[in-house]
């Protein structure tokens, strides 16, 4: 194993992107037992060591075909997986919600891991053919995760009480996802 061969499917920039599947991993486990505050300290974790990775791999020219699409999949498992079981579990947990509402919330959430992954798909399709400019097309999704995040807050504290309320910022936070918005590449 060398860290810093390209090659190396464990080199230095994809074991931290290991790191962030292993956090998503685990913060779903969290979730899971009502833990959230864990979750969410696994989540920003995960955050780090998805940009970190890139700096790494640009750092010492690193990037290859195989970290760009492990990238994903680990930009898939903790950006948009993770954090709609937090916000799900969170509506239940604070809200009591139940029945049909619990139904409606959950499908929203499906819909909103479909756009996630089409999102994705899309960007990667987008960086083989170099397509990639100093804008993101729609909001990238470690921010449609802070969005969701966002709303988190606002359940545990209160702010929000309805699972619908919830469907609502979720489905226009899933739009968002693959709109034209452009936003600037850090």
């Known amino acids: 194993m060398n860290l810093f061969d390209k090659d190396d ?10 790191l962030n ?67 799900f579990y969170a509506v239940r947990e604070y809200t009591g919600m139940m029945g049909i509402e619990e139904i409606v919330l959950g499908v929203v959430f499906i819909w909103y891991i479909i756009n996630g992954l089409r999102r994705l798909v899309e960007f990667n399709l987008k960086v083989d053919v170099g397509e990639v ?29 309805s699972g619908y309320i919830i469907a609502v910022f979720v489905l226009v936070i899933s739009w968002s996802l693959n709109s034209k918005i452009k936003i600037r590449h850090l």
Not at 9 to 18: D, E, G, H
Not at 21 to 50: K, R
């Open 21 to 87: 599947v292993s956090a998503g991993v685990t913060a779903i486990f969290f979730i899971v037992q009502g833990d959230f505050f864990t979750a969410i300290i696994l989540a920003w974790f995960a955050g780090a060591c998805d940009i970190l990775d890139g700096k790494l791999a640009r750092r010492y020219n690193l990037s290859t075909e195989f970290g760009i699409q492990l990238d994903s999949f680990a930009d898939f498992l903790s950006f948009v997986v993770m954090p709609p079981f937090l916000l």
């Open 9 to 18: 499917r464990f080199n230095i920039a994809n074991i931290v992107t290991y």
């Open 133 to 161: 400019e100093k804008y993101f097309e729609g909001v990238p999704t470690p921010l449609g995760a802070i969005l969701l995040w966002i709303l988190y807050l606002l359940t545990a504290y209160g702010v929000i009480t």
